[in-house]
Every structure is written in C-alpha cells, then in structure tokens.
C-alpha cells in the first residue's frame, strides 16, 4: 500500500488543495505516463536522467546498461527522487501571473533494490507491456547474454505525493474587466502513423496490436 503525501516529506507546501491522495490517481498517472525522471548524486553533483518505466503492483520497474552510472549509482541503495509529469493543458488566464498549467503528476521518493531471478523477467514483461504494448509476444525475448547485460530496478511507491492541476484560470475581480482572452488550451499526445523499417525482409503488415496503439 502507498504511503500518498503521508510524510513530511511527501506533504505539499504550495497549492496543497492540487494534492490527491488518491491511490488510484497516484496508479492511473504512472500508467499513462512513458518516460519518468530518476535522480541520482554522483560526487556532489545531482543529475535527472529520463527513462522508460512501468507500474506493477506497488513498485515501479526501471531497466538499463549494468554499465550505466545512472543504474550503478541507484543499485547501489543510493537515495533517490523519480517524477512522472502528464502536461494536459496550458491555462491563459487574463494575467501572466495567473497563467498556469493543466498537469497530473508524481513523485517518489526511496531507494532502488535490485531485481533477480524469476522478478526480472516479470519486471522486463512490465516495461515493455507499458511502452509496447502487444510486442512482447511478438518480437525476440532477450537472450542470455542481453539478460546479463541489462539491469533491472525496483523503486517501491511506499513515499510518494500526487499534484493534480485542471480547472479554468482564476483570475483576480480586477482583472475579470480587462478585454484579454481567457480559457484553457488542451494539450494530447498521439501516435503517428507507423513507418515501416526499410530493412523489413518480408511484406508483413503493421500489427493490429501497433494500429490500436492510442494516446
Ligand atoms: C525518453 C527516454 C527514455 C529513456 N529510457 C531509458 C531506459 O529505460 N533505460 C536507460 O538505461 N536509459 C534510458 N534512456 C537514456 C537515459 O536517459 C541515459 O542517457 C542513460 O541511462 C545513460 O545513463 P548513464 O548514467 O550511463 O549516463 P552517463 O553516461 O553517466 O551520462 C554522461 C553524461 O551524458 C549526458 N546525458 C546522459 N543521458 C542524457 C540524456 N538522456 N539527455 C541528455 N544528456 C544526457 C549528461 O551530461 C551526463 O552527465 C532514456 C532516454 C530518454 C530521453
């Protein structure tokens, strides 16, 4: 079970009313996002790097090079902070300063513990079900080698917080009279269409599993 905003550290300080502690939310935002942030400290220097993930359960899974120093750093129990960011919208109020952004999105906070045994391959199946789904039956399993080489993570969602933006933009009684448009932009993101690899030796089809692919 998540602890949601049930710390100080996972407490909002700036618009808590945006705070959902909402488990539901916290599981629906990890699974519409596609990439998250992970930070790691290397020598004093904090770096964010991007990386494709999945939910499954109450952990996120992450997956890399076991040469990687973004993986090497996390399995080595380091702290760390993973963000999910979903952008729906951007917010014209009459003034800049009320201008804002519609947004869903999640922090979390922990360590990293090593995935092993029969777990990596469960976690390996997540990620590519959450980024592509329907390949896993489909395209070549890794092999033995492929396996050694990649590293798999687990962040469990035991200290996270949710911020959930919408609404229109809440412009002060003043400003209400000035003749400026005001509303609110939605933003979504799609897939295009599917561009066949030039390599393909045969003459097959874009899977249906690809053409259902939505956003
Ligand atoms: C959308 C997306 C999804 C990704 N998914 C994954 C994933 O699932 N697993 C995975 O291992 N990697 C993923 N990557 C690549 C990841 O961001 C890192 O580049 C990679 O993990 C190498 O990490 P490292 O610690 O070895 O980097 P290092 O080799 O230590 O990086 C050295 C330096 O290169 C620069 N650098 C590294 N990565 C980036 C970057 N992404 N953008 C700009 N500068 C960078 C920085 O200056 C950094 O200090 C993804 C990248 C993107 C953009």
Known sequence: MSSLGGTARTTGRRLPELASVNEGDLHAILDAALVAHICVIDQGQPFIVPV?????????????????????????????????????????????????????????????????????????????????????????????????????????????SVKISSGPPEDSAADLAREVWAGVVPLTENFGEPIASDDLAFDIDVPDYVQRWKR
């Not at 992450?62 to 120093?69: E, M, N, Q």
């Not at 702290?79 to 201008?99: H, K, M, N, Y």
């Open 52 to 160: 494709g993930f999945a939910r499954a359960n109450d952990v996120v899974y992450l997956h890399g090079s076991t040469k990687s120093r973004l993986f090497t750093l996390l399995a080595s129990g380091a702290p760390t902070c993973l963000t999910v960011t979903l952008l729906d919208g951007l917010v014209l109020a009459r003034s800049l300063f009320e201008s804002s952004m519609h947004y869903r999105s999640v922090m979390v906070l922990g360590s990293c513990r090593v995935v092993r045994g029969s777990e990596k391959l469960t976690a390996l199946k997540a990620i590519s079900d959450h980024l592509l789904p329907g390949r896993w039956g489909d395209a070549r399993l890794p092999n033995a080698q492929e396996d050694k080489a990649t590293m798999v993570l687990a962040l469990p969602l035991d200290e996270c």
